[in-house]
């Protein structure tokens, strides 16, 4: 069975800061990442996955998260947040046949002016 | 092209009623999903479709039931709703072969 832990609920930070929102994952398969993204009422969207080779992933909007085998993490990062970064983040986990989802709790971002 | 729709987008039902709620997707998709999220649970699968005709359970199937008549839509039915159930929904498909999941929007129910 497979499992994740984002063991930060809220993340606060000003506008500019860096930010990295952890994920850790368990699982006996290999798997592919997630990260997804909500914003206040809406449904989730797709931030940036690993499905294999380069380690280090990357959206267009300025998110990056390193998927590190042995600390079985997938933190997402950026090294300067907006405003409009303000959403709920949702690490999540598949196996390699791309089904068996499981959700982390999700880490809400608030960024402050 | 409009992806994955959800109806409806917000309802309240008093506790005992019953519902339905309709998810559809254009995309072609074989794998279907219905979740249900609450504060500081992230998202949890209630029930899933690996095609049409088929359904099975997830993690918190209790107090639902599903169908997959036509490929292209999913229904969550509530046959006697409790307070319990009030949350959002979610409703997800998965093409084949790939491995990122499309969302719908959520239908906020409440029950009173």
């Known amino acids: 069975a497979q499992s994740v832990t984002q063991l930060d609920s809220q993340v606060p930070v000003f506008e500019e800061a860096p930010v990295e929102l952890r994920c850790n994952y368990s699982s006996s398969v290999s798997v592919y990442l997630f990260w997804y993204v909500q914003y206040p009422n809406q449904g989730l969207q797709l931030l940036l996955k690993y499905l294999s080779g380069s380690t280090l992933v990357e959206s267009i909007n300025g998110f990056e998260a390193e998927f590190n085998k042995s600390q079985t993490s997938f933190h997402l990062r950026k090294p300067s947040v907006h405003i409009s970064d303000t959403a709920e983040y949702f690490c999540?986990?598949?196996?390699?046949?791309?089904?068996?989802?499981?959700f982390g709790p999700g880490t809400r971002l608030s960024v402050l002016p | 092209n409009a992806g994955v729709t959800q109806t409806p987008k917000f309802r309240v039902l008093k506790t005992g009623q019953s519902m339905t709620l309709l998810c559809a997707q254009d995309?072609?998709?074989?794998?279907m999903y219905w979740y249900r999220q609450d504060p500081g649970m992230g998202l949890r699968l209630i029930h899933y479709s690996v095609g049409e005709g088929t359904t099975a359970k997830g993690e918190v199937p209790d107090g639902y039931n599903v169908s997959r008549l036509k490929k292209q839509n999913f229904l969550l039915g509530l046959e006697s709703a409790a307070p319990s159930q009030t949350s959002v929904y979610f409703c997800a498909s998965l093409g084949n072969g790939e491995e990122t999941q499309y969302f719908g929007p959520g239908t906020r129910l409440l029950v009173l």
């Open positions: 995309m072609n998709h074989e794998y």
């Open positions: 999540a986990v598949s196996d390699n046949y791309g089904q068996n989802f499981v």
